[in-house]
């Protein structure tokens, strides 16, 4: 049935194998909401950039179904698909005009020419390039270029809209202005979007919800805030954003809370998330913005002293390196504002934080 459980795309028992043998997808179940923006997001070679080629009809799935619209797709051509492309090297024809090159795939599909005309005018406006259409690739800079290749991803209305490190080639600046230009592109037009990138802060800026990858399968699948602040596992927490991560042993363990044992012996109190039994090892996640500098005694239950290490001035916050629980790399960000108070290097001062803020995760 088309839409079944809303889901415009579904991986069912997906595998991808090259060689027979090692499995680069392993047993992929995903189902993505039509409208949704799902980024797939890990590593180098993690899987997500198999698994987008296998929907857009490049690479054959080993084992299980790929389902669009309800309708199964794996023997269905990708010219047959339906389904908008944007690459990293943006693959635009050096040849042909900026009109011409949103038009091919509309000529392909043997739309009248009155219509080509109008849906390459509405296309190059969307993306702000109405002025552009005479030139050729060459002529452009290479965000107006990425800028063309998502317009002409969308301009024949495609039921999906597949993209593939699509800013990987542009410098900080651009790549971020692009984040948004796409977001806001998404939410205009309403259309299915899957985004393949290694970018987490990308990930988190453009997602509705995101699918970490690792070794072929999908380690945690949530909305970014969720992944940021409640991360499944220490792999999550340690992809996603920047964070602490403390090694130890579990010594008691209680619904709210469990007390963990860290290398240099000292007792804290953690949220038991993703742990094994009474003496058995874990890793404790904890975001820098969730360290306290100087709380008053008492009202932490997690309290320690921290040799401050290295200062950097990164214009709204002050990251702070120190040594704390026997760690060298343990990282604070200070907010660089009135009331929070300065560090110097080589000085020692109480940090600690809330037990709820430290998640006691499995063992890396």
Known sequence: MPGENNAYVKFDKVQKSYDGEILVVKDLNLDIAQGEFLTMLGPSGSGKTTCLMMLAGFETATHGEIYLDGNPINNVAPHKRDIGMVFQNYALFPHMTISENLAFPLAVRKT???????????ALDMVELGAFGARRPAQLSGGQQQRVAVARALVFEPKLVLMDEPLGALDKQLREQMQY???HIHETLGVTVVYVTHDQSEALTMSNRIAVFND?????LAPPEQLYELPDNAFVAQFIGENN?????IRESGDATCLVEADSG???QALPVNIGPTGSATTLSLRPERVTIAPESGSLPNIFEAEVLELIYLGDHMRSRVRVCGHDDFVIKVPN????Q?????ETVPVGWHAEDCR???AL
């Open 112 to 122: 009248p020419k009155s219509e080509i005309d109008q849906r390459v005018r509405t």
């Open 181 to 183: 230009e796409i977001k």
């Open 216 to 220: 072929g399968i999908i380690q945690q």
């Open 245 to 249: 991560r403390l090694v130890g042993t």
């Open 266 to 268: 000292d007792m804290i």
């Open 337 to 340: 504002a009135a009331g929070h």
């Open 342 to 346: 300065h560090l110097r290097v080589g």
């Open 360 to 362: 006691a995760l499995d």
